[in-house]
Antibody, heavy 118, light 108 residues
Framework: QPQLQESGPGLVKPSETLSLTCTIS??????????WGWIRQPPGKGLEWIAN???????FYNPSLKSRVTISVDTSKNQFYLMLNSVTASDTAVYYC???????????WGQGTMVTVS | DIQMTQSPSTLSASVGDRVTITCRAS??????LAWYQQKPGKAPKLLIY???RLESGVPSRFSGSGSGTEFTLTIGSLQPDDFATYYC???????????FGGGTKVEF
């Protein structure tokens, strides 16, 4: 069973860019059956999907965040990435990376990383 | 954009109760719906996919039903480990965009 691990700064200044990495171990990001995505959860609130990427580089974004978000993949490193620019305090959240199994839902999640904008 | 509405937002129950959570989509999503369980400080866990298919390793007391715009998650006999927050999530089969419901907290 693959494992996902998020990494990146825990503190980002307002107006700057949040950058996170998700590293996949025990499996390949190049599998044709999966998308790879980012989801966030502000403290005490619900889940918000941010974006998905396919190993080929195809990307899909939440329309409400699309203007500020870039998701990308590096198959040679078995990693995918999130960049969120012009952050504000409302971007403070736990950020999860996850694997989406075709049309079957998000079946593997990272443990999450807390990012504070301050 | 498709909106997902869960009800209730909070549910008080006891061990052994049969619990039902409802999720409504703003437009038809066929059966492209998943259910997750989340405990405090933990990542969500996939319970049900394609509205009614039980994820491997998930106890059979969990079941899902529905299609189109109305879906339900049922816990047949609530166990102590089931006190958690539950989320529905739709996925668009034509382009993999996702939307979560607002969540239902099942508490004692």
């Amino acid at each position: 069973q693959p494992q996902l691990q998020e990494s990146g700064p825990g503190l980002v200044k307002p107006s700057e860019t949040l950058s996170l990495t998700c590293t996949i171990s025990g499996g390949s990001i190049s599998s044709r059956n999966y998308y790879w995505g980012w989801i966030r959860q502000p403290p005490g609130k619900g889940l918000e999907w941010i974006a998905n990427v396919y190993y080929s580089g195809s990307t899909f974004y939440n329309p409400s965040l699309k203007s500020r978000v870039t998701i990308s993949v590096d198959t040679s490193k078995n990693q995918f990435y999130l960049m969120l620019n012009s952050v504000t305090a409302s971007d403070t959240a736990v950020y999860y990376c996850a694997r989406q199994r075709a049309s079957d839902g998000l079946d593997i999640w990272g443990q999450g990383t807390m990012v504070t904008v301050s | 954009d498709i909106q997902m509405t869960q009800s209730p937002s909070t549910l008080s129950a006891s061990v052994g109760d049969r619990v039902t959570i409802t999720c409504r989509a703003s437009q038809s999503i066929s059966s492209w719906l998943a259910w997750y369980q989340q405990k405090p400080g933990k990542a969500p866990k996939l319970l049900i996919y394609r509205a009614s298919r039980l994820e491997s390793g998930v106890p059979s007391r969990f079941s899902g039903s529905g299609s189109g715009t109305e879906f339900t998650l049922t816990i047949g006999s609530l166990q102590p480990d089931d006190f958690a927050t539950y989320y529905c999530q739709q996925y668009n089969s034509y382009s993999p965009t996702l939307t979560f419901g607002g969540g239902t907290k099942v508490e004692f």
